[in-house]
Each structure stands twice: as structure tokens, then as C-alpha cells.
């Protein structure tokens, strides 16, 4: 009975997974907003991959008052040429030459608030990574359900594609099975916040009154930082699935991957104890139930990994990811999580952290 009962911490967290699911927003199709919507799409080398993305911007629909702003930060790969070449003739697209950060800023934060200066006029802004392809009527519906929800912050998740499989479906899985959503939304603690920053919408105003991005100048999680600015500047936030609405290829192998992870994992915990405590939580809820499957518990073990992989499948059917077979190698994607937060903290210590050329 003592063995079995381990098992309850599993059950609640899959059948929280399921209630998160149940109750995740979804921007609307076919929307139409009458406000004045700019985006801003922060660009450093990217040439190689910038063009979809663009496209898909000059494609938008149902927003009548766009404009797209669009930041060169000293690209050296020929990225302003590629941009002028797709968006040439455009009315809507204005692209700047960015400024090297200021002594205490990081790149993308400084890379952000500049386009936010250049889009004053607008109500809603929405940042864009190259990496995002967004659906025509993508815009429109999450300008639509920032106003329907009521918040300042809206993060809605893309569907990510691309490189690691084994390990990118965890941030979604993550906050379906651990954050509580609707309560994220009404909380006004900043320590309960979460976004993603491929792809966010924010209330020009609501943006304002958090400081913008100078409330996040150093932050190597700028999107998470931001979020809780809002927060602590009486905002609301909320995370969306815009699986249906949006594509993200953030990596193209796996060396990218742990490139990207390595940079911010660290920031992620608030301390090495906190990193540390969180692992070895997700190793022992579920990979090390994988052990005992030649045991004299083995029914028990096998209850907690279909527990594993059930809150796998309802996360990816959730958000558009493939739960057949990925959501089966939930154990080792735990395990090779817990390297990857190790090997950001190794790295920190080091002082090897570098993204885009810039040490960080």
C-alpha cells in the first residue's frame, strides 16, 4: 500500500496536466482587430532563415493599422539585404540600423526596446523572433485574445519544430503539468510567472507602465523577466497554445540546442540548490521508476512511467506536438534535461556563456 501510494503525486500532476489542457487559451481564427498593431522582429544574422518569417508578416490579415518594425543589430551575414529584397516596397515595414548595447544591457533586450520606441504610435505590440512562421490570421487573433483575456502579457506558445525531440517538448510539458494557469492569471506574485518569448503580445500602455525592457536590460530570460515586470507593475499575464497559429524552428541540430539551452538554463532556477532540487525531483517522479521494472515492484513502476507518458501525450495533443512515439521516451528526455541544466551551470562558472557572438 506504502509503494502504491508513491504513486499519488504522478496521478495529481497527470490530472492537472489534463485540467491545464482543458482550460488553455486559443487565439481565434479569422479575427479582425481595428487596432493599431506593430510588429517588432529583432534580427541578428539571420539571413539564412529570416525569410519565412518575413513573409509571413507581410501576409497578415485582419489588421488594418500593421506596421513592422524591423531591427538589424550588426549583422555581418547580409541580413538588411535579404530584408529590403522581400519587404521592398512595402509602406508598412520600416527597418532600422540598431545601436550597440549600452554598458549593462544585453543584445535582445536592447534590440527590443528600440523598436519599441520606434512603434510609440501603437496600442498592441508584438514581438516576433526570426525563427516564428506565423498563419495569416495569427496577428489578428492574438491581438483579439490579449483584450478577451483581459491581460497585458499575452505569451501564446508555438509549435515548435526542428531539431531535439527528445528534449523541446518539456517546455510545454512543463507548465501544463506544474504551473497552474488560471491562477498564474490572477496571482499577482511575480514569482508565479512564465512566457515565452518567440512570439508575445503586450498592451502598449501595460508595456510602459512595467519600465519595458530597461526592467530587463540584463536578463538572459528577458521573456520570463518581462512577464513578471507586468506583474509587479499591476499587470495580468496569460499563456496561450498558438500551435495552430504559429511554427518555431529555434534550433536546426543538436549543437545549437545545447548552445541555446546552456545560455539560460542557469537563470532559470534562481540558484544551483533550486536547479538541483528541481532535477533531482524529475528524475525521481520519472525516470527512476524506469529501475524498477525488474523488480518485485514492477507493476508499480510501470503504473508511474504510463503516468509519465500519459501527461506526454495530453501535453503534445494539447499543443500540436506528436505524442506518438516522443511522449515514450519521457525518461530519457528527463535525464538528458538534468545534463542540460548541469552543463549551463558548469559553463556559467567557466564564464563561457556566449550567444550571437556576445558573451554573456
Known amino acids: 500500500m506504502i509503494v502504491w501510494l508513491a504513486l499519488a503525486p504522478l496521478l495529481l500532476l497527470t490530472a492537472h496536466t489534463a485540467v491545464n489542457a482543458l482550460l488553455l487559451r486559443r487565439p481565434h481564427r479569422d479575427a479582425i482587430t481595428g487596432e493599431r498593431v506593430a510588429v517588432l522582429l529583432p534580427l541578428r544574422d539571420e539571413a539564412g532563415r529570416v525569410a519565412p518569417c518575413l513573409e509571413s508578416l507581410l501576409a497578415q490579415r485582419g489588421v488594418p493599422d500593421l506596421t513592422v518594425h524591423i531591427l538589424d543589430d550588426a549583422s555581418t551575414d547580409g541580413t538588411a539585404d535579404v530584408v529590403r529584397t522581400i519587404t521592398a516596397g512595402d509602406e508598412r515595414v520600416r527597418l532600422l540600423t540598431g545601436a550597440a548595447p549600452p554598458a549593462g544591457w544585453l543584445g535582445k533586450p536592447n534590440a527590443c526596446r528600440q523598436l519599441a520606441d520606434d512603434a510609440a504610435d501603437a496600442d498592441v505590440l508584438v514581438f516576433v523572433d526570426a525563427d516564428v512562421v506565423l498563419e495569416p490570421d495569427a496577428i489578428a487573433g492574438a491581438a483579439g485574445l490579449l483584450r478577451r483575456a483581459g491581460v497585458t502579457l499575452l505569451s501564446p506558445y508555438p509549435r515548435i519544430v526542428g531539431a531535439g525531440r527528445l528534449v523541446q517538448p518539456l517546455l510545454q510539458w512543463s507548465w501544463l503539468t506544474f504551473l497552474p494557469l488560471r491562477g498564474m492569471e490572477r496571482s499577482p506574485r511575480p514569482s508565479l510567472a512564465a512566457a515565452g518569448g518567440q512570439w508575445l503580445v503586450l498592451d502598449r500602455a501595460g508595456y510602459q507602465r512595467a519600465g519595458g525592457h530597461a526592467a530587463v536590460r540584463d536578463d538572459v530570460l528577458e521573456d520570463i523577466g518581462l512577464a513578471r515586470a507586468v506583474k509587479r507593475s499591476g ?38 540548490f533550486g536547479a538541483a532540487a528541481v532535477v533531482v525531483l524529475l528524475l525521481l517522479l520519472y525516470a527512476v521508476p524506469v529501475l524498477f521494472l525488474v523488480s518485485p515492484w514492477w507493476d508499480v513502476a510501470l503504473a508511474a512511467c504510463l503516468l509519465g507518458v500519459t501527461g506526454r501525450v495530453i501535453s503534445a495533443v494539447a499543443t500540436g506536438g506528436r505524442a506518438v512515439p516522443d511522449a515514450f521516451t519521457h525518461p530519457l528526455s528527463i535525464v538528458l534535461f538534468g545534463w542540460l541544466v548541469a552543463r549551463s551551470f558548469h559553463r556559467r562558472r567557466r564564464n563561457l556563456l556566449t550567444w550571437r557572438g556576445r558573451a554573456l
Open 235 to 272: 499587470g495580468r499575464i496569460a499563456l496561450a497554445d498558438g500551435s495552430r497559429l504559429a511554427t518555431c524552428h529555434m534550433y536546426g541540430s543538436w549543437r545549437e540546442l545545447t548552445d541555446g539551452y546552456g545560455k539560460s538554463l542557469w537563470a532559470s532556477f534562481g540558484s544551483a
